[in-house]
């Protein structure tokens, strides 16, 4: 994300683990922004993600690859997991979530994730 000349560095880590989950994030918070999401792209990087804020549903449109989707409530704690979400999907609204990442399919796994693990936001700019 581009501030000025200075650049904003998202990093999410696992709360109890420490292990950075991603640290490309992509912030989508604005209307336009959530609706386009990850449509049309080609694919996402491992490292990669897309933090959709406010958001508590998400479809795969299309969208070329499949994804993995971590919904969040406000403390950033996991309330739902969607593993390998292919193209042309939705999913049912969580009434719980308050923001959600859509991550490369199969990073849930990878980072052992589960329902009730916090997640951690680490700001910091880059000129």
Known sequence: MTIGNKSLVIRIK?????????????????FFKRLRG???RRSL?????????PCNGVHTFWMLFAI????????????????????????KPHLGA?????MAAHSI?????????ALEVERSDRS
């Open 38 to 40: 990850l449509m049309f």
């Open 68 to 91: 993995d989707v971590i919904f969040l409530d406000r403390e950033l704690r996991i309330v739902k997991l969607v593993e390998n979400m292919r193209p042309f999907r939705v999913t």
């Open 109 to 117: 796994s990878s980072a052992g994730l589960k329902v009730g693990d």
């Open 14 to 30: 696992h709360g109890s683990t420490g292990r950075c989950l991603t640290d490309r994030v992509e912030l989508a918070n604005t």
């Open 98 to 102: 308050r923001s959600v990442l859509e």
């Open 45 to 53: 990087a491992p490292n990669q993600a897309l933090w959709l804020r």
